[in-house]
């Protein structure tokens, strides 16, 4: 049986990949953070929290990393946590820095003197291309940009990861991951705020919704399906970095309309107002991936459209404030 060590195991894309790891019949050791009350909410939303082992740990306590790895010995390390919020990471830099960037290097040094046959998967982001625009879309070979401290907290993690593998023959990948959202997206990212938002306003629980940039254009693609790439990486022959994402991109004014239209709420604009304390000190316009490298390594393709996602997301998010008020009844 393979082991695999998941870091943000909590978050949206850690019980994505936990899911789809336990379905190949991984051990999945999941780590969390000392909380005197964490928040299963997600694992419990796809119906895997009891097939997890817990194990503590903290990005930044190289300490708690290096016992992890030491006793652990796992086959692959998926590093996904990190305060992954861009529009926090201006008033968080050094927070942002020490989870985001520090962290790796704890991890990866912990591999090297530890358990050097472990494979690593780095979170990377399009962030990190950030202002570079490239004729309209990013590849492997697209120079970075990066326009917040989250971005080139990343950036820094990137190479890094890059380092130990030329230096020391780490099997170490950086998957360049896109927007993925899904229904359990953390509610401050426009896609979830948007759906949630929608499904107040539908059940009569809000009567505004405010955002920021509604210019901003993105290449939303699906957790789930995303979480197959970073597996894929790590089993090919050689470690090597990859972009992921659809190569479709969209403004976040299409998200608006078509989640009102999902939720069947005519003229959205009555709706939503903008409030320039969601307007970002430095914006990254537009994104869109070119994935090729992907498809033609990898063999993967995405499978949630655009349209699809949204749907999904709204009515997961109309299907639980229902929930909610048929219990208050
Ligand atoms: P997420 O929902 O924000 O989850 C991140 C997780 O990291 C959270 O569960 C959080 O734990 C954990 N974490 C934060 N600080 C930590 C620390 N000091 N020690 C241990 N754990 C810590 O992020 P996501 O959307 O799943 O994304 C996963 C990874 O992919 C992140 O690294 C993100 O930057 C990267 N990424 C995401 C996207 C995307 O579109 N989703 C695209 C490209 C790259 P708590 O629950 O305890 O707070
Ligand atoms: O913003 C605009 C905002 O916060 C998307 C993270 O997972 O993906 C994510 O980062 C766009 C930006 O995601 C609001 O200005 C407008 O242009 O959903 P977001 P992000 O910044 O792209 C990358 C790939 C990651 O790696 C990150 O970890 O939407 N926008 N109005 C807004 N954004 C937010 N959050 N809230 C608004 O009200």
Redesign the pocket.
Known sequence: MKTALITGILG?DGPYLAKFLLEKNYKVYGMIRRYSNPNFENLDYLKITDKIEYVDGDMNDDSSLINLIKNLRPDEVYNLA?Q????SSWEMAKLTTEVNSLGVLYLLNAIKFFSPMTKFYQ?S???MFGLSNHNGSQDETTPFHPR?P??IS?VYAYWMTVNFRESFGIFACNGI?????SPIR?L??????ITDGVAKIKYGLANKL?????D???DWGFAGDYVEAMYLMLQQDKADDYVVGTGENHS?REFVELAFKYAGIPNWKKYVVI?PR???PA???A?RAKWDKAKKVLGWQPKVKFEELVKMMVEADLKRYKQQLDLQK
């Open positions: 949206q990190a992954s919020f861009v529009g979170a982001t399009s962030e917040s989250y971005a990343k991951l896109f927007n993925h959202e953390g401050q990212f426009v896609t979830r705020k405010a955002l920021g940039n509604l901003a254009k993105r976040v409030d969601f307007k970002r914006e990254v316009h994104l």
